[in-house]
């Protein structure tokens, strides 16, 4: 393969995407509503340079499908854990993340149909519009990576995770047009990154699994889950697209066991 266009390639997860595979030698297109590049990166990463930073509307695909005829591999890395869309500035934070959180858990309602809504728009919809416009315009059975989630967790309402697993079961039924690659981390973090509010919870989250392991006797498993680095994601991402003969999901602990993560 040579080319990767990835849509939210400026994101947490996505620019670890789009890094990798430019290390990997492919020619790399990002996808953005701003198309604009990722912020809060270090001075020394030089790889954006070699990354085509596009704008378009993934809800409009007369402004990408031009992008898509001659993708070997796209990906999907947008989507949105909470309806309050500000979650995503407070876990970019340094302020009191785990407080703030808390209160967007507490102020969730899980029967409140606008939540649902959400998820379906921008989880599902806008995956399904993807793939379908692919499939329009390009013939070569292309891989189709998802990012999808592990399972879903108490303060997250149900539609999050029923939003992921019906857009793969929706892909699925898409084979043989295209190969669907189904991604399913958990809490991410970056590696590159130090005392931030996500290495914060990482740390957290690593001691709880440790204490559910050598203490609880495993009583919160399904419930305590090993986090995973957005390099470590990626590297999964990258590694599936390039097996021709994969399709189907990569599962966190899969990726945690074999990385190392939870060591």
């Known amino acids: 393969m040579s080319k990767l266009v990835v849509f939210g390639g400026s994101g947490f997860l996505g620019k670890r995407i789009c890094q990798t595979a430019v290390e990997r030698g492919l020619s790399v297109v990002s996808v953005t509503s701003s198309g604009s590049r990722p912020r809060q990166l270090l001075p020394a990463e030089k790889w954006p340079d070699k990354v085509e930073w596009v704008k378009g509307d993934i809800f409009k695909p007369h402004t990408y499908k031009d992008l898509l005829s001659d993708a070997n591999a796209v990906v999907h890395s947008i989507g949105i854990l909470l309806e309050n869309p500000n979650y995503k500035k407070v876990v970019q934070s340094n302020d009191d993340i785990l407080g703030e959180i808390l209160s967007f858990f507490k102020t969730a309602n899980p029967m409140k149909k606008s939540v649902f809504n959400t ?145």
């Open 119 to 263: 998820y379906d728009k921008v989880n599902h919809e806008s995956a399904i519009v993807l793939a379908e416009t692919l499939l329009e315009v390009n013939k070569s059975k292309p891989a189709f990576a998802y990012v999808s989630a592990d399972r879903g967790f108490p303060g997250v309402p149900s539609g999050y995770i029923e939003s992921k697993r019906k857009t793969e079961y929706e892909l699925y039924q898409m084979q043989p047009a295209l190969r669907p690659i189904l991604l399913r981390p958990g809490f991410m973090y970056d590696e590159q990154a130090s005392g931030d509010s996500r290495t914060k919870l990482k740390d957290l989250l690593l001691a709880a699994e440790r204490a559910n392991e050598t203490v609880l006797g495993h009583v919160l498993d399904g419930v305590i889950r090993p986090p995973v680095s957005t390099q470590t994601v990626a590297k999964w991402c990258l590694d599936r697209i390039q097996d021709p003969e994969f399709h189907g999901p990569v599962l966190l602990d899969e990726m945690t066991r074999q990385s190392g993560a939870r060591v």
